[in-house]
């Protein structure tokens, strides 16, 4: 079976650092982009960055460049999300997402069952 | 960024009826728009991709018609278990970008 399983709840203070993670299996996980896509409480999706597991080439939003780190591990097919300092306002579920191409466009086949961030006082 | 634009934001329908949803882009996307569902406490699934084109698995009362501008999500005969949140995405341009949702509910 194809699937993303994500590391557990966190909660933070603001100002701490974290590293949330997503591990692939039942598909080669270095062939596949994985995109991290951000769901605030309540509100819609939006797309963060990806990255290239075999290379660890990465892109990112604009809305999240040097915001977040995201990067991936090839040998134990894993994906990273990562912040250097927390704010209240990173309080969200992240999902990470598998990156197929489709008829010739891309689209998210698989999905990790997401993340929970809190960042509180 | 392109931005995309979903209506109605929510509709609440009895089964057995047909729904459309609509998404409207910002510019042209010839056909790289995708479909979306999402029930709560889940991670979003894949019901279309390329406009049209229905994922595996996903029942055959779902379809999707556009291109450019202007996209459709049809559900013919609406199900108990579609009651959900819907998004567009558009993958024509980087960032990928997302419609705001469309909240259906089952009268």
């Known amino acids: 079976e194809v699937q993303l399983v994500q590391s557990g709840t966190e909660v933070k203070k603001p100002g701490e650092s974290l590293k949330i993670s997503c591990k692939g299996s039942?598909?080669?996980?270095?062939?596949?982009?994985v995109a991290w896509v951000r769901q605030m409480p309540g509100k819609g999706l939006e797309w963060m960055g990806i990255v290239y597991p075999d290379d660890s080439d990465t892109r990112y939003s604009p809305s999240f460049q040097g915001q977040v780190t995201i990067s991936a591990d090839k040998s134990i097919n894993t994906a990273y999300l990562q912040w250097s300092s927390l704010k209240a306002s990173d309080t969200a579920i992240y999902y990470c997402a598998k990156t197929t191409v489709l008829n010739g466009r891309d689209a998210f086949d698989i999905w990790g069952q997401g993340t929970l961030v809190t960042v509180s006082s | 960024d392109i931005q995309m634009t979903q209506s109605p934001s929510s509709l609440s329908k009895s089964v057995g009826d047909r729904v459309t949803i609509t998404c409207r882009a910002s510019?042209?996307?010839?056909?790289?728009l995708n479909w979306y569902q999402q029930k709560p406490g889940k991670a979003p699934k894949l019901l279309i991709y390329?406009?049209?084109t229905l994922q595996s698995g996903v029942p055959s009362r779902f379809s999707g018609s556009g291109s450019a501008t202007d996209f459709t999500l049809t559900i013919s005969s609406l199900q108990p278990e579609d009651s959900a949140v819907y998004f567009c995405?558009?993958?024509?341009?980087?960032?990928?970008?997302f419609g705001q949702g469309t909240k259906l509910e089952i009268k």
């Open positions: 510019q042209s996307l010839s056909y790289y």
């Open positions: 995405q558009q993958t024509y341009s980087t960032p990928p970008t």
């Open positions: 039942g598909y080669t996980f270095s062939d596949y982009w």
């Open positions: 390329a406009a049209s």
